[in-house]
């Protein structure tokens, strides 16, 4: 059964970085475009991030481009997200997906498989 973990989220001052990470099983990593999402308190979730199957090409919200950048590790089955510069507004539960098509990955709007979440809390 397709399982993925995420790790790595927790209390961070404004400025600060972090590193999220998604462990699967379950599945072949190898084949499948990876997402990062979030969703904040009481608003719609969003997409802040997609890599493709090999890692060569990633696509990223324009509220976290130049501060964010996934990365992939597929021989260790993990994920990563490693987020500098970080904003109050980059408050929210982080997950993470997969899905079989980078255009459904950038959509959000068919992902196969979604993690639990970790909370990503941002504040002084």
């Known amino acids: 059964q397709p399982q993925l973990v995420e790790s790595g989220g927790g209390l961070v001052q404004p400025g600060g970085s972090l590193r999220l990470s998604c462990a699967v099983s379950?599945?072949?990593?190898?084949?499948?475009?990876m997402g990062w999402f979030r969703q904040a308190p009481g608003k719609e979730r969003e997409r802040v991030s997609c890599?493709?199957?090999?890692?060569?090409?990633?696509n990223y919200a324009d509220s976290v481009q130049g501060r964010f950048a996934i990365s992939r590790d597929n021989s260790k089955n993990t994920v990563y997200l490693q987020m500098n510069s970080l904003k109050p507004e980059d408050t929210a539960v982080y997950y993470c997906?997969?899905?079989?098509?980078?255009?459904?990955?950038?959509?959000?709007?068919?992902?196969?498989?979604w993690g639990k979440g970790t909370l990503v809390t941002v504040s002084s």
């Open positions: 997906a997969a899905t079989l098509g980078f255009s459904r990955c950038v959509s959000g709007s068919a992902m196969d498989y």
């Open positions: 890599i493709n199957s090999s890692g060569s090409r990633t």
């Open positions: 379950g599945f072949t990593l190898d084949y499948y475009v």
